[in-house]
């Protein structure tokens, strides 16, 4: 899929008042419906709601499905800039730690960023947007934890990107 698809079904869902991924514990919905969306699943619980990112993290950290860490190494989920890069190709992308989860999504110039504040991604939650960056979605002092997952199974083609994007009218 295109980076311009991927970012265009990320925004395709509306966060914050008045929508269902208002302000407050919804980050984990958010990304589970647009993971659904991009045909790159994660796991619900079996009444079908979304798990919540303390259950979410532990799937993650032991390979569910395609999902895959950001790097290599002793700290291959800590790999922002491969994150960003992921993203920036049109991969699904997430980042997460126990308590919020957010897409990495392409930023707009498509650089790599130096720094981890400056990861492009959306979110619901606290503070809700569909393109912001790690410095608005987590506070400083806990960037550290933040792990960085990319979806390697198959992508949704270019040709279903777009007739999702028809059907919903976005």
């Known amino acids: 899929m295109t980076r311009d698809l991927y970012r265009r079904i ?5 966060v914050g008042d008045g929508t269902i991924y ?7 919905i958010f990304a589970t419906d647009v993971c659904d969306a991009l045909q790159t699943p994660l796991k ?6 979304a798990y919540d990112c303390q259950n979410l993290l532990p799937l993650l950290s032991n390979i569910y499905l395609s999902w895959r860490p950001a790097g290599f190494g002793s700290e291959e989920a800590k790999n922002f800039q491969m994150a960003q890069m992921a993203a920036n190709t049109g991969k699904t992308v ?4 126990y308590d919020h989860i957010a897409l990495v ?14 990861v492009s991604i959306a979110q619901a939650g606290e503070s809700p947007s569909t393109n912001t960056t790690i410095a608005w979605g987590w506070p400083e002092g806990r960037h550290n934890e933040i ?11 270019n040709a ?11």
């Open 105 to 118: 999504r392409p930023n707009e110039s498509g650089s790599i960023p130096n720094n981890i504040k400056d």
């Open 10 to 14: 990320i925004e395709s869902f509306v």
């Open 94 to 97: 997430v980042a997460i730690t």
């Open 147 to 157: 792990e960085f997952y990319i979806w390697q199974g198959t992508l949704m083609s």
């Open 22 to 28: 208002h302000t407050g514990k919804t980050c984990n």
């Open 44 to 49: 619900r619980q079996d009444n079908g709601r």
């Open 160 to 170: 279903d990107a777009e007739e999702y994007l028809r059907n919903k009218g976005a």
